[in-house]
């Protein structure tokens, strides 16, 4: 498999993730956000995450969107068929971004 592809299970489900030259082109069309500036609030996320703050100030600090939008934005790169953000997370009872995210850290790192 290359290395710009990911497969995760979620949810008792195999799901593809992907990035392209296009995921930021993709990312901007569907959100209207650009993608790297979207990726300059992981860093401040990980000095918050580091940070000597309580566990609940940490959380406050968290845009749960952004991670949801990334990981649709990469599934999408893979399959195209798959549909609209809400829509497609609804097709999952559980979507563990604790477990997620560190496994598409790979794919935010090749997308730079």
């Not at 082109?25 to 209207?32: A, M, N, P, S």
């Not at 999408?76 to 598409?104: C, Y």
């Amino acid at each position: 498999m290359s290395n710009n592809i990911k497969v995760i299970e979620i949810d008792g489900k195999q799901v593809e993730f992907k990035v392209t030259a296009a995921t930021p082109l993709r990312y901007k069309e569907q959100f209207g956000k650009d993608y790297f500036q979207e990726l300059s609030k992981l860093r401040i996320l990980q000095k918050t995450l580091k940070s000597k703050k309580s566990d609940s100030e940490k959380l406050a600090n968290v845009d749960f969107e952004l991670f949801y939008n990334i990981a649709w934005v990469f599934a999408k790169t893979a399959n195209k068929s798959i549909s609209e953000p809400i829509e497609w997370l609804d097709g999952f009872n559980v979507f563990p971004m604790a477990e997620i995210i560190p496994q598409l850290q790979e794919l935010i790192a090749i997308s730079i």
